[in-house]
Structure formats: structure tokens, C-alpha cells
């Protein structure tokens, strides 16, 4: 048995995902143990989690946290963790919980590992991470008397458990060190339709669209199924679609049912944000692109023709 602490971030009134499926690990780490949650600041979110797993709900509240504050996050985290004597630290391999959890070790002189896919428990804890984008893993022992780490993304799957958890209310020193780094401000994206990360499909244009009004295509595809628009890189830097529709490494990962990817030839750096989709349909003229090996299906063709024959089928067996 061992003590786990989770923190559970939270975005416009909900658990993040990831850090759900953190619970999750945590709760097989914990082995009957306690699975300690924290919750910073959304009092609703703490009360559901016993459902997810979490034997005990904290909640910690604060003026100052009505935004994210790394350094205050990991100030608590820390202290919580000592005063709990956690044998596991864990938290979602998001940008915020990679940033949280590497401040939180740093703090207590402890290491961190972060996008873990594999967690062992013993003596040393052994770590498999997904590293460089996902395009190598790394076996990695954890020596500490803490294990800090964070969970990739879509590894695992999050566990509804039914539960129920006491959640405790406290408020946290902090001082203005803590505080000197918060969120200010957000710019929504400028689409506002479906959110990449949450979309069950997903479609994706790359270079092949041409330019952007290449997109036209993706875009029609895209509203027909109710989906949500993506790109590679090599769009993002033309300037022909905004960064965040962008799916890889350097930007959003996602896990839709399907993928669909024209034009895109399936680089390391791209893959790496796609590889949770569960079907991945390529339309590329080059039946030898790289995307082809991670390919369920594939059409061989010219976007510009093949994206518009599939809406026009779909507009044709809906009688539109
Ligand atoms: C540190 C780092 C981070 C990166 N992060 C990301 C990231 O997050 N996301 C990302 O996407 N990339 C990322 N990249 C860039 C990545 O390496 C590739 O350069 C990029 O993904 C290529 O985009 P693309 O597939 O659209 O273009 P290309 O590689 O140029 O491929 C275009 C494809 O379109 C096909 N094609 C051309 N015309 C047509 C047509 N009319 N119809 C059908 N197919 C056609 C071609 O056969 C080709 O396969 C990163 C790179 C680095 C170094």
C-alpha cells in the first residue's frame, strides 16, 4: 500500500481529462492506499472526485488563486505532500501539470519525471516516458524517497468508481514570491466551434492545402461532421490557419475517434499529436508519405478532389 497525493487541474468547471486519468493511475499506485486529491480553488470539481477514485478531497482557497500561479500551486502541493508523508506526487502531462509538478519537485530537492506511460511501483520506482514528442521512450528509475511525476496524456483511460470522498477545505500560506507568476488573461480561440482536444473527429489539413483557401475543402468536410478543424505545422508558419488548430508536438494533442489528415505527410513531430486517435484516415497524393504507416485507412489522391467528393457523398445519403 502507498499514500498517493493527485493534483487535479480544472478548466471552465471540470476535472481536465488527463488529470482524471492521473487519478486513475494513482489509484492502482495507491494499491488500497490513500488516493489524496488536490483541487486548487473549484469547489465543485472537489466534490465530485470521489466518484473518480480519490479517497480524500482537498480543496485548497485563496483569494490570490482565482488564475493559475505555478510557483503558489507547487508551494501547496509540496507542503500538502510532506504533511501527508505521499510516497507518490502525480499529475497530468499537460503544460500546466508538467509546470506545477517540475516547480513542486525543484522545491523539495526531489526528481521529476514527466509524461510517464508506465509507472512500476518498488524500490526504485521505474518510469517508462514518452520523450522528444512521443518518438522515443525512455526507461528511467526514479531514486528518491518521493516519486514526482506526471502521467502522458490519453495512456491511460480514466476510471469512474462511484466513490464518495470527505473533501477538506483550507487556506494556503502564500507569499508574493508565490504569486509572481500568474495567468492574466485569455484570448479565446477565433474559431470558438468545436475544441481540438475534445473533438471525436477531427479534420486536418497540411502543405497540400496549398494556401488557405485551400482549407475551404476541410473546413466544409469539418462542419458537415461536426468536427473540429486541425492542421501541421507547416500551415501554422504559412500563416494559413491560427496555431491553435495546429496537432503535434508543439501543439495540440488530441484523441478522436477519427482523424482525418489531407495533405499532411505524417512527420515524427505530428504524429506525436495524433497518435491517440483511434482511426486515422489519409488522403495524400504520395502513396509513400510517412503518414501512411500510421494509416487505417487511406485514400491516394488530390485533397482538392477527394475532400469535396466526401462531403458531396455525405450531403447525397442525408438527401441534402
Ligand atoms: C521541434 C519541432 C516541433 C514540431 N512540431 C510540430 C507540430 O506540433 N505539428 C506539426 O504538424 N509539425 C511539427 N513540426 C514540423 C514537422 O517536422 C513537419 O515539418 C510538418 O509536420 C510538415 O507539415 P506537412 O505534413 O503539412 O507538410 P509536408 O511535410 O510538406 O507534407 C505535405 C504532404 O502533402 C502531400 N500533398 C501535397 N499536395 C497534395 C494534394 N494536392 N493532395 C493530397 N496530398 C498532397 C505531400 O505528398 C506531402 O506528404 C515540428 C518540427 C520541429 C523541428
Redesign the pocket.
Known amino acids: 500500500m502507498a499514500t498517493v497525493l493527485v493534483l487535479v487541474t480544472t478548466a471552465d468547471g471540470s476535472a481536465d481529462k488527463v488529470a482524471l486519468q492521473a487519478l486513475a493511475l494513482g489509484r492502482q499506485l495507491a494499491a488500497g492506499g490513500a488516493v489524496h486529491a488536490l483541487v486548487i480553488g473549484d469547489a465543485g470539481v472537489a466534490a465530485g472526485l470521489g466518484a473518480w477514485g480519490a479517497t480524500d478531497v482537498h480543496l485548497a482557497q485563496h483569494p490570490a488563486l482565482d488564475a493559475p500561479a505555478p510557483d503558489a500551486a507547487a508551494r501547496i502541493l509540496d507542503d500538502l505532500a510532506g504533511s501527508l508523508g505521499a510516497d507518490f506526487v502525480i499529475g497530468p502531462g499537460t503544460e500546466e501539470g508538467n509546470t506545477v509538478l517540475a516547480r513542486a519537485a525543484a522545491r523539495g530537492g526531489l526528481p521529476f519525471a514527466a509524461n510517464c506511460t508506465v509507472v512500476t511501483p518498488g524500490s526504485p520506482v521505474l518510469v517508462t516516458r514518452a520523450r522528444w ?1 512521443g518518438s522515443l521512450l525512455e526507461e528511467a528509475a526514479i531514486v528518491a524517497e518521493r516519486a514526482v511525476l506526471t502521467v502522458a496524456a490519453h495512456v491511460l483511460e480514466a476510471v469512474e468508481t462511484g466513490g464518495s470522498a470527505a473533501v477538506t477545505a483550507f487556506t494556503p500560506q502564500l507569499d508574493d514570491a508565490d504569486l509572481a507568476v500568474r495567468v492574466v488573461g485569455r484570448v479565446p480561440a477565433p474559431s470558438g466551434g468545436v475544441s481540438l482536444s475534445d473533438a471525436k473527429v477531427v479534420v486536418s ?6 494556401s488557405a483557401d ?1 482549407f475551404g475543402p476541410v473546413v466544409e468536410l469539418a462542419s458537415l461532421l461536426g468536427a473540429a478543424v486541425g ?7 504559412a500563416g494559413w490557419r491560427p496555431h491553435t488548430e ?6 495540440t494533442k488530441i484523441a478522436p475517434e477519427l482523424y482525418i ?10 504524429l ?2 495524433c497518435k491517440g486517435a483511434k482511426r486515422l484516415l489519409a ?4 502513396p509513400e ?3 501512411m504507416t500510421a494509416a487505417d485507412y487511406a485514400v491516394i ?6 475532400l469535396p467528393a466526401i462531403s458531396a457523398e455525405i450531403r447525397r445519403t442525408r438527401g441534402a
Do not use: L
Open positions: 514528442g489539413g497540411g502543405r497540400g492545402a496549398g485551400g492542421c501541421s505545422r507547416a500551415v501554422t508558419i495546429q496537432v503535434g508536438q508543439t501543439g489528415a489531407a495533405g499532411i505527410s505524417g512527420a515524427t513531430q505530428h506525436a499529436g488522403i495524400n497524393k504520395d508519405a510517412p503518414i489522391g488530390d485533397m482538392a478532389e477527394v
